[in-house]
């Protein structure tokens, strides 16, 4: 007879607690598996690998649009240098920085989903930690790392908080996400001076149109950005609230 393959159960989801899950018997537990220490390592540096590549990725883009919108500043510099601030120059310049806007909207794009896909590996981790912990307990002393899947312990490992109130919002400008969208702010309030420059020729107009319309994306960016990091720790809260850590070990 040949053997077949029959598929588990599904796991339920749930918090990481104090207690050393049982099978149904109340026997060993499969971190009493002699194989399981090979299993959570080989884990581990996987999501280690994946978090590599990750900030490679989202450096490499970050990088792209810079060198992108600095190649095409220098560009219009002389354009501007042998044609003069002409209406001709001014569509060319239009044109080239909505190119850089676009390039630097997906670049942020890119590095939010990035950040993501980071924290997500860091929750694996976290709970790969804190198996470890049960295999030998008692040595959580030894380890800086959190060993709870929640939100504001995933975070922990960036050197900060839950992002709440002015401390966060101000600590999301340092990132490199929080930086390029500043970036993309201020080249969409060149673009719009640009473009009232060409309709009206009234610097004065389009200089105050150029401010409104960076503050305007800085306060939509501001904000989308605060509304979906919330909204991402909400679905990790409520997937898995967090522990009580008060609670004794087994």
Do not use: K
């Not at 990750?54 to 990088?63: P, T």
């Not at 942020?108 to 993501?116: D, E, L, P, T, V």
């Not at 409104?212 to 605060?226: K, M, R």
């Amino acid at each position: 007879m040949t053997d077949q393959f029959v598929a588990a159960v599904p796991g339920e989801a749930r918090p990481i607690t104090g207690e050393r899950p049982q099978d149904d018997t109340g026997g060993a537990t499969p971190l009493d598996d002699p194989r399981a220490l090979t299993i959570l390592t080989t884990e581990h540096w996987g999501l280690l690998t994946a978090r590599s590549l990750v900030y490679n990725e989202a450096f490499a883009r970050a990088g792209m649009f810079l060198a992108l919108l600095s190649a095409t500043l220098v560009v219009l510099g002389l354009i501007s240098a042998a044609t003069g601030f002409s209406d001709a120059f001014l569509v060319v310049a239009a044109v080239v920085l909505a190119l850089d806007l676009f390039v630097g909207l997906a670049s942020f794009g890119r590095i939010a989903s990035a950040n993501q896909e980071d924290i997500r590996f860091l929750q694996g981790m976290n709970r790969i930690r804190h198996a470890y912990d049960e295999m030998v307990p008692g040595l959580d002393r030894y380890v800086i790392g959190s060993r709870y899947d929640d939100f504001g312990s995933v975070l922990s490992h960036y050197g900060t908080a839950e992002p709440r109130g002015i401390s966060g919002l101000l600590h999301g400008f340092t990132t490199t996400s929080g930086m390029i969208s500043v970036i993309c702010c201020a080249v969409a309030g060149g673009l719009a001076a640009v473009l009232l420059l060409l309709v009206a020729h009234e610097p004065l107009v389009a200089s105050v149109g150029g401010l409104f319309a960076f503050a305007l994306a800085f306060v939509v960016a501001t904000s989308g950005s605060t509304r979906r990091i919330r909204q991402f720790g909400e679905s990790l809260q409520a997937q898995f609230p967090p522990p009580d850590r008060g609670s004794p070990r087994s």
